[in-house]
């Protein structure tokens, strides 16, 4: 069974909405990585969406500018901002004539009551809704982490020092603050959001709609802040032995010597004494791999983390599952995405029900999860921007620990792979039923 998609895939929205999230903020304020995170949250979703970088366009004619370039005093910087905005603001036009396109993410400044007065201006002249979403921070060492570990990894300062660039940098906001206005009382009559000091205080203000609330509460839940976060399955269990799915089996003996390994993979990865909270689904499996990590880790039991549900297939084999309900077999490896077991989820379903899961983890700092595979594969593409229809084809090996360490422009990945035999689970679309 094969549940049908919407155009935003939650059947929630009408058709016609088209809403522009406009960035506001001084640079290193975490615009980019939040844009970022926005799009990727609701393409996790099948929410049509697309970042929009002003600097990019800007980059075209001048790749690589320095500090004097933003100073409103240069006539022909000026001149080249405005050329980068203007294109940017005519392909989001054109993304959402000619597309599905559901909300697009302007990301720049936009630091001047003009300069949004005329994206507001161009936007309702083509049916769509702003959100403006402003960025403030003010607490020095935020502002330097940004400068120093988001910045001077952007593409304006590719091969600088980074001491030069920093340096550099640091004197391009001081010509954006010479011009910066706040949202404030004068723009009431927009719907906006501002984020303070990394979330730490939160203003609304005209929000409405489903959509823009979906986005608002996944703005709420953000911040900003360096952070890893820690994923491994479940040890090797009885059930993946005889090729079995579902089901709450126990540990096999050589998933039990993972359980007793893994203490030292999350002591070499993490590097230092920090206190982790360790996640966990209410299965036997992953509470008992779990159960040798060091007593002053604080340990949570999710039932939201439970292995996707297979309805009446749980218990059996692929090869079963292909000779009792060949038409289900086959659809679902025509469509493993939207599939649904008789009875029970599909991946799509097993998104749904893992967004508390990923607020939880956007909100919080150095958890471990330890869980399954099919809520790997999901929670893994969610930070490493993976298509919906391949997330349920990627492989997730046993007895591997993955770091993701989330940045402004991407996720930084690094596997521990335990020197303990494991049968393989993964099977790939087409491939025989066959245990490997």
């Given at each position: ?154 593409p304006d300062y590719k091969g600088f020092d980074p001491e030069v660039a920093a340096q550099d940098f640091r ?266």
């Amino acid at each position: 069974m094969s549940p049908s998609p919407s155009r935003n895939g939650l059947v929630m929205q009408p058709e016609e909405t088209r809403i522009c999230v406009v960035m506001v903020g001084l640079p290193a304020r975490g615009k980019s990585f939040i844009a970022q995170k926005v799009v990727r949250y609701l393409a996790w979703l099948s929410i049509e969406a697309r970042a929009f970088n002003v600097g990019s366009y800007r980059r075209a004619d001048k790749p690589r500018p320095t500090a004097d370039f933003f100073d409103t005093s240069n006539p022909e910087g000026e001149r080249l901002r405005r050329a980068a905005a203007e294109a940017a603001v005519s392909d989001m036009f054109r993304w959402f004539r000619e597309g599905n396109g559901v909300i697009a993410i302007l990301d720049a400044t936009n630091s001047t009551k003009a300069r949004r007065r005329w994206i507001c201006d161009r936007c309702t002249a083509e049916n769509i809704e702003t959100i403006f979403v402003e960025s403030k921070c003010d607490d020095e060492n935020v502002i330097m982490s940004n400068i120093l570990e988001v910045k001077t990894t952007s593409p304006d300062y590719k091969g600088f020092d980074p001491e030069v660039a920093a340096q550099d940098f640091r004197n391009r906001i001081r010509n954006y603050e010479k011009v910066y206005e706040t949202i404030d009382e004068d723009e009431k009559h927009l719907t906006y959001v501002k984020l303070i000091n990394v979330g730490s205080q939160i203003v609304i203000n005209r929000i409405q709609g489903y959509l823009q609330s979906r986005v608002v509460y996944y703005l709420m839940n953000l911040h900003i802040r360096p952070r890893a976060i820690w994923l491994s399955r479940h040890g090797e269990s009885q059930y993946n032995l005889q090729g079995l799915i579902g089901g709450d089996a126990d540990l096999s003996p050589r998933g039990e010597a993972y359980a007793r390994a893994l203490p030292d993979l999350v002591a070499s990865s993490v590097g230092d004494d920090r206190r982790l909270t360790i996640w966990t689904s209410t299965l036997k499996r992953t509470i008992q791999t779990a159960r040798f990590l060091p007593a002053q880790h604080q340990r949570l039991e999710w039932k939201a983390l439970d292995e996707l549900d297979s309805g009446m297939c749980d218990g059996l084999t692929y090869e079963e599952i292909e000779q009792r309900y060949p038409d289900d077999f086959k659809a679902r490896d025509n469509d493993k995405y939207n599939y649904r077991y008789r009875g029970g989820e599909s991946y799509r379903d097993l998104v749904i029900r893992l967004e508390p899961i990923i607020m939880e983890l956007e909100r919080g700092e150095d958890i471990l999860i330890v869980t399954h595979q099919a809520v790997l594969r999901c929670i893994y593409a969610y930070f490493m921007n993976i298509p919906q229809e391949q997330s349920p084809w990627m492989e997730v090996p046993l007895h591997t620990l993955i770091r993701l360490s989330p940045k402004a422009y991407y996720t930084l990945e690094d596997r521990l792979r335990a020197d303990i035999p494991a049968v393989s689970t993964f099977r790939a679309r087409g491939a025989s039923t066959k245990l490997s």
